[in-house]
Nanobody, 125 residues
């Protein structure tokens, strides 16, 4: 069993940066692919970024490519999402997710078995 706790959300002006963190408990963190998803008000949850189990590869949604960077520190059981050049359309609750199903950087939501409680990111227009 894995528990995920996100932190680092907040309010930031357009063009600014935030770094989200997701701390995982459990002994098998290194064997899980990790991902970030987000859900804006009135919209479905969508994929943002993912990283494979030993950071061999990453995958990004087109909307964040070149602005966001996902990384992981397996020694700290933590995955990060560095968000630069933030836009109002990035406003959402951001969720960290872990997959015991795949070790690859997957954008497929159903492949993720564990979810955090979410952290709010607000970029005013």
């Amino acid at each position: 069993q894995v528990q995920l706790v996100e932190s680092g959300g907040g309010l930031v002006q357009a063009g600014g940066s935030l770094r989200l963190s997701c701390a995982a408990s459990g002994r098998s963190f290194t064997s899980y692919a990790m991902g970030w998803f987000r859900q804006a008000p009135g919209k479905e949850r969508e994929f943002v970024a993912a990283i494979s189990w030993y950071a061999y590869n990453t995958h990004y949604a087109d909307s964040v490519k070149g602005r966001f960077t996902i990384s992981r520190d397996n020694a700290k059981n933590t995955v990060y999402l560095q968000m630069n050049s933030l836009r109002p359309e990035d406003t959402a609750v951001y969720y960290c997710a872990g997959s015991a199903t795949t070790r690859q950087a997957s954008a497929v939501m159903v492949e993720y078995d564990y979810w955090g409680q979410g952290t709010q990111v607000t970029v005013p227009s």
